[in-house]
Nanobody
Framework: QVQLVESGGGLVQAGGSLRLSCAAS????????MAWFRQNPGKEREFVSA???????LYADSVKGRFTISRDNGQNTVYLQMKNLKPEDTAVYYCATDSQYRASYINTHTTPDKYDYWGQGTQVTVSS
């Protein structure tokens, strides 16, 4: 059973930074795409970033240049470093992973239906 547990959310002022972590268990972590999505009440879950098993990365335009995704396969953990946060970054942030073993092309991995396992989410609130 794959389990994902996010941590690191909180309240921060605009311009500040946070680092989210997602600890995975239940299978070989290093062979699958990991991603971050975010969601606000009444809105659709929005793609933020993804990282392939080989380290290739993908970002939403809204976070490009401010957020950095990384993974530590030895620690079974994926990170999202968020800098220069804006009030519009406020959301619940979810970690997700797919079931495609060593996917070589992740440019289409930007919708929730591409992912099979989800964490419980961590709240990020950015005050103006």
């Amino acid at each position: 059973q794959v389990q994902l547990v996010e941590s690191g959310g909180g309240l921060v002022q605009a311009g500040g930074s946070l680092r989210l972590s997602c600890a995975a268990s239940g299978r070989t972590f290093g062979s699958y795409t990991m991603a971050w999505f975010r969601q606000n009440p009444g809105k659709e879950r929005e793609f933020v970033s993804a990282i392939s098993w080989s380290g290739g990365t993908l970002y939403a335009d809204s976070v490009k240049g401010r957020f950095t995704i990384s993974r530590d396969n030895g620690q079974n953990t994926v990170y999202l470093q968020m800098k220069n946060l804006k009030p519009e970054d406020t959301a619940v942030y979810y970690c997700a992973t797919d079931s495609q073993y060593r996917a070589s092309y992740i440019n289409t991995h930007t919708t929730p239906d591409k992912y099979d396992y989800w964490g419980q989410g961590t709240q990020v609130t950015v005050s103006s």
